[in-house]
DNA sequence: CACGGATCCTGATGGC
DNA sequence: TGCCATCAGGATCCGT
């Protein structure tokens, strides 16, 4: 479900209200990709001091150590004062004075790892390979040009990689590479400079529309309130095959890369 | 190191 | 209605 405009979404839809709060319980339920890494009542006692992404990660900081959220395929967060009762796929919670955080996640490729700060080892095993951050000047070009060239796969894989720029799922490659103009199967180090340039530009562009647009809402998206995201009815091709391009009229064409679908237009995106 | 494929798990959907 | 196959927003691990 979420890529790093969901989670984003997401960040910004609780950080503010969780900041400050002190934790009063931690439940787990049943396991998710990784151990949390301490016990959950390690947790009490600590104050929320902020919320900020790294990635696709939510990294909830308190005032000692830190909590890693990953959302996996499927997972989702709430906070609320007042939540719900629990349901079966709901398999975290910590329970705050300013209200309580729940991850919801079916699929269970989630997950929520406690480390004593960012560049402790259980920290660094999950961030320490991440690429550069698209949303921020770290997005360099010069850089994001050197790196590509050293890629001969695909570009839609090496940008779902996430090990030169983070964030980009499924559906945002599939929606930069339209914007750009360019094939999803084209190896990556043989793309010219301009086109990288381009697609460095839509990469941006796209994502922080995203955003703007409060995501994605597929199945069962939604902020951390509980509000859809719009942006699938603007996409240009990511779920599209069949359906007229809406720049050429030309119908949108499907295919697999690494066991995911790929959409493209095959007259705007040139080989 | 880079690459492609298998893998974790549950639920929705479509064909027969 | 049931059963089976396929697909779904991710990312790690493993063999080459």
Redesign the pocket.
Known sequence: ???LP?VEVTRLSFAYRIAGGKVLSASLG??L?WPLGCACNQLLGRVVVGVRRR???LLVDLDEGLLLL?????GSVSFAEQLPPKG??DHFELVTSHGTLRLHD????GAVVFARSEDAPEAQ??LG??GMEPLTDQFDLAQFQD?LK?????IK??L????VV????????SESLFAAGIRPTL???RLSRPRVAKLHAAIRTVLANAVAKG???????SSATGES?H??LSAMV??REGQACRVCQSPIK?L??????TFYCPTCQKA
């Open positions: 479900m979420p890529e969901e049943k396991a990709r990635g696709k990660y990953h959302l996996g395929m499927s079966v796929h079916p699929r269970r490729f095993k999950l390979r991440l790196q050293l890629r001969r796969a695909a894989q090496v779902l990689a996430g090990n983070v964030g980009v799922g499924n559906i945002y490659a190896s990556a180090a995501g994605s809402t597929l199945r069962d998206f995201g942006f699938q990511y779920g499907t697999r890369q690494g066991q995911r679908s």
